[in-house]
């Protein structure tokens, strides 16, 4: 999901969904070498980018962390 309504920033958004799952490890679902994710809960993280020229110089990072969220959530 993305949010657009950052001042300077638009954020991609991944969670689980709108209710709160039980999870029995209290760390985030994966581990983000790249540090590209700001997690704000276990299972919802937030990547902020501020124009296309970031998206494209994250581009490496956010398709590793798209490809372990994609493993972890199915």
Known sequence: MFNL???GFF???F???AKVKDHLSKEPLFVDA???VEWVT???GIVKFTDMDDVK??????KDVVNKWIIVTI
């Open 11 to 13: 954020r991609l958004i």
């Open 57 to 62: 110089a994250k581009e490496i990072a956010l």
């Open 42 to 44: 276990i299972d919802r």
């Open 34 to 36: 790249s540090n590209l």
């Open 5 to 7: 309504n950052g001042k």
């Open 15 to 17: 969670h689980c969904g």
